[in-house]
T-cell receptor
Framework: QQPVQSPQAVILREGEDAVINCSSS?????VHWYRQKHGEAPVFLMI?????EQKGHEKISASFNEKKQQSSLYLTASQLSYSGTYFC??????????FGTGTRLTVIP | DTGVSQDPRHKITKRGQNVTFRCDPI?????LYWYRQTLGQGPEFLTY????????KSRLLSDRFSAERPKGSFSTLEIQRTEQGDSAMYLC??????????FGQGTRLTVV
């Protein structure tokens, strides 16, 4: 039930954009996105519910296509502070929360 | 409220010993999750409570692992007869319903 994320890793220069994808083999009720910095706990970014909505958080936004059971996280004009590992969490019918394997994002000057 | 707290932050134990970890969720949260995370991997689901009821337990979890959440407040995760493969960060998270989950700082377990 673990969602699959791609890419596994990406390196960006400051100001560049990135897209991180998350897909599940199960029907989804919601998708959560988190960022984790080395040695710290995952920090919540946003949650998307059924309905194909798109949300934004400053220069970070996400979309959720429930029919395709996919979500994408968009990072625009990346900043050094965006570096970290991004995880998607998917919630299916049982109301539990499964996380993907993560995408390591490195932003360099 | 200071968020989700976990205790201890670090635990070193000898193989074969039992260990118990505690998680205090955000007080009004009804859901509580336990995850295990190893280096370079995502949080691996272990178990999940809604109030005091344990609703799901990972099939990957051996019988050496048990969790409780008495009265729907704090939770404990016990690992019996620890093995070196149990070495990992154990994360607890809580949420109100399907809203965002907040993570604690985790308990790092090292089995020697």
């Amino acid at each position: 039930q673990q969602p699959v994320q791609s890419p596994q890793a990406v390196i960006l220069r400051e100001g560049e954009d990135a897209v991180i994808n998350c897909s599940s083999s199960k029907a989804l009720y919601s998708v959560h996105w988190y960022r984790q910095k080395h040695g710290e706990a995952p920090v919540f970014l946003m949650i998307l519910l059924k309905g194909g909505e798109q949300k934004g958080h400053e220069k970070i936004s996400a979309s959720f296509n429930e029919k395709k059971q996919q979500s994408s996280l968009y990072l625009t004009a990346s900043q050094l502070s965006y570096s970290g590992t991004y995880f998607c969490g998917t919630e299916g019918g049982a109301n539990n929360l499964f996380f993907g394997t993560g995408t390591r994002l490195t932003v360099i000057p | 409220d200071t968020g989700v707290s976990q205790d201890p932050r670090h635990k070193i134990t000898k193989r074969g010993q039992n260990v118990t970890f505690r998680c205090d969720p955000i007080s009004e949260h009804n859901r509580l999750y336990w995850y295990r995370q190893t280096l370079g991997q995502g949080p691996e689901f272990l178990t999940y409570f809604q109030n005091e009821a344990q609703l799901e337990k990972s099939r990957l979890l051996s019988d050496r692992f048990s969790a409780e959440r008495p009265k729907g407040s704090f939770s404990t995760l016990e690992i019996q007869r620890t093995e070196q493969g149990d070495s990992a960060m154990y994360l607890c998270a809580s949420s109100w319903g399907a809203a965002e989950a907040f993570f604690g700082q985790g308990t790092r377990l090292t089995v020697v």
